[in-house]
């Protein structure tokens, strides 16, 4: 590994020189994106430049935020590896192997240097009064002072390629990504004979045995098929054995309408959606596959089920990112989230209609006392809207059915950015367009959730706002990696659209 020591020049950091070490500059949003990567460059040589500080120094303010979080957090992180003035210069050995320096670019402090990179730099980008020009800058006098390969490291896009421009290497934050993997498959075909077909039919499950696919995940699902076309979905509870899905003929939110699977990939997100001893489900698809619908469908129709561990529903997005400040919207936090939440509300209110069932559904089931409390504020308008209406302000519009659901508790809509620090129990809790999350913003969510609660995470990764992730860094994809294969999670793939047939031929063909 070899320590730092002071040059002969004034000090700065003297970095390990191997045939093996590169030097990486960290941009700010990559610090911002994982505080840990300090910790996550193995045996290389690590340098911030001044700037960086600069830049996390202004963002350390923003008390509210996920990204002032961060910046704090690589503040404690610096203190306690570079805990004077001195190991800042010269830089220091980190636990994990290799050495982090701060380094002041000399070009900039310094006009009597004759330096090629920083001519070559002033002709492309002039102007050096920005952050990002300055960064770059300080990469290229790493560069051209010091041995080693340099990698200015960052994930906006935009400064790697000017970083590109001038003749430094640039990539992006790669710990955080996942494998490159094929084309996503909504599930694999086993093949089987029509006796073990049969056989699986009538007993619901089956030992693959020695034709127990390579690779095969407990909770995978699969789609058996047998050489006369017959064909059976079946999921797999590991160590090769098989079980027939457990669905009813159609799930019903209180007073809505019934809501049936309409494709295979649909009935596979069913059971897995209704079946307790799942804590954690990860969906990807396209627009207009029924992610969001079948989701809340689900989780109403166990939630009012006296048999459920579930008090409640919580749906949660993210407003482009976790922790974005929304106080650039007039009125309550409820009016602020309102235009973000609107698809769960459209959602709620395809559900449960407003011209209910005459009957309601749950009028000669035996309930608990809390639950009937819920169904009492959650659907008083299946048996006397009356009461309710009289409590309305005069000229109030009437309240809708869904609005019923929210205000009984029974459905919580919330914004995401608050959930620090909360413990969510009994509760099913729903986050759409989680790829817009980064992975660690993904874990602060997940461990909230408390014992009796579900989590279903729901997104497209192929619609990304955030420009600090992609379709292989998102939270929602590093999930379902890193969860994959365990007892307690599953994922589904939709990939057949059933909103309408137009929605379906602009998502394939616009």
């Known amino acids: 590994m070899g320590s730092l020591s002071r040059s002969t020049e004034p000090q700065h950091a003297k970095l390990k020189v191997s045939a093996k070490v590169k030097t990486f500059v960290l941009d700010t949003n990559v610090l911002l994106h994982d505080p840990q990567s300090i910790h996550k460059f193995e045996d290389n040589n690590l340098v911030i430049p001044v700037e960086v500080l600069e830049e996390l120094d202004a963002i350390k303010t923003e008390q509210s935020t996920e990204r002032g979080r961060n910046a704090r957090r690589v503040h404690r992180l610096l203190q306690g590896l570079l805990p004077d003035s001195r190991s800042m210069l010269e830089g220091v050995k980190l636990p994990g192997g290799g050495t982090l320096s701060v380094i002041i670019n000399r070009h900039l402090t310094d006009a009597n240097l004759n330096s090629p990179a920083m001519r070559r730099l002033r002709a492309v980008l002039p102007d050096l009064t920005k952050k990002d020009n300055r960064i770059i800058a300080c990469a290229l006098f790493v560069q051209e002072r010091f041995p080693p390969p340099t990698l200015l490291v960052t994930k906006d896009v935009n400064v790697q390629l000017k970083a590109r421009a001038v003749g430094?290497?640039?990539?992006?934050?790669?710990?955080?990504?996942?494998?490159?993997?094929?084309?996503?498959?909504?599930?694999?075909?086993?093949?089987?004979?029509?006796?073990?077909?049969q056989r699986f039919c009538s007993e619901g499950r089956f030992d693959l045995g020695a034709e127990t696919p390579?690779?095969?995940?407990?909770?995978?699902?699969?789609?058996?098929?047998?050489?006369?076309?017959?064909?059976?979905?079946?999921?797999h509870h590991g160590d090769g054995t098989i079980h027939r899905l457990?669905?009813?003929d159609f799930v019903k939110a209180p007073g809505g309408i019934p809501i049936r699977p309409r494709n295979l990939e649909q009935q596979f997100f069913m059971d897995a959606l209704l079946d307790d001893s799942l804590s954690m489900i990860t969906c990807f698809g396209k627009a207009g596959t029924g992610k969001t619908l079948l989701s809340i469908a689900c989780a109403l129709q166990q939630t009012h089920d006296d048999a459920s561990r579930y008090d409640g529903v919580s749906i949660s997005r993210p407003v482009i990112a976790l922790g974005k400040d929304i106080g650039f919207l007039p009125g309550t936090l409820d009016e602020k989230m309102k235009p973000w939440l609107q698809p769960y509300f459209d959602a709620l209110e395809v559900l449960v209609p407003a011209n209910p069932p005459k009957e309601a559904p749950f009028a000669s089931k035996k309930v608990s006392r809390k639950k009937r409390g819920h169904a009492a504020a959650a659907a008083g308008f299946f048996t006397d809207a009356r009461p309710m209406l009289s409590q309305r302000a005069p000229g109030a519009p009437p309240l809708k059915p869904y609005e019923r659901l929210i205000r009984g508790g029974l459905v919580e809509v919330e914004a995401l950015c608050f959930i620090r620090g909360r413990?969510?129990?009994?509760?099913?809790?729903?986050?759409?367009?989680?790829?817009?999350?980064?992975?660690?913003?993904?874990?602060?969510?997940?461990?909230?959730?408390a014992e009796d609660s579900k989590i279903v995470l729901i997104g497209d990764p192929a619609q990304i706002d955030n420009p600090y992730v992609d379709a292989r860094s998102n939270g929602l994809v590093y999930c379902r990696n890193r969860m994959?294969?365990?007892?307690?999670?599953?994922?589904?793939?939709?990939?057949?659209?059933?909103?309408?047939?137009?929605?379906?031929?602009?998502?394939?063909l616009l």
Request: aromatic share 6%.
């Open 423 to 449: 413990s969510i129990a009994r509760r099913f809790f729903i986050l759409d367009e989680a790829q817009q999350l980064t992975p660690h913003e993904v874990k602060t969510v997940i461990t909230r959730i």
């Open 214 to 235: 390579d690779g095969l995940v407990a909770n995978e699902y699969l789609l058996l098929r047998s050489d006369e076309g017959k064909t059976m979905p079946a999921r």
């Open 484 to 508: 994959r294969g365990q007892p307690m999670a599953a994922h589904v793939t939709l990939t057949k659209g059933e909103r309408s047939r137009l929605a379906e031929l602009a998502a394939d």
């Open 246 to 248: 457990r669905i009813p």
């Open 168 to 197: 430094l290497e640039s990539e992006d934050y790669l710990n955080d990504k996942v494998p490159e993997a094929p084309e996503e498959r909504a599930y694999r075909e086993v093949p089987v004979t029509l006796y073990e077909l």
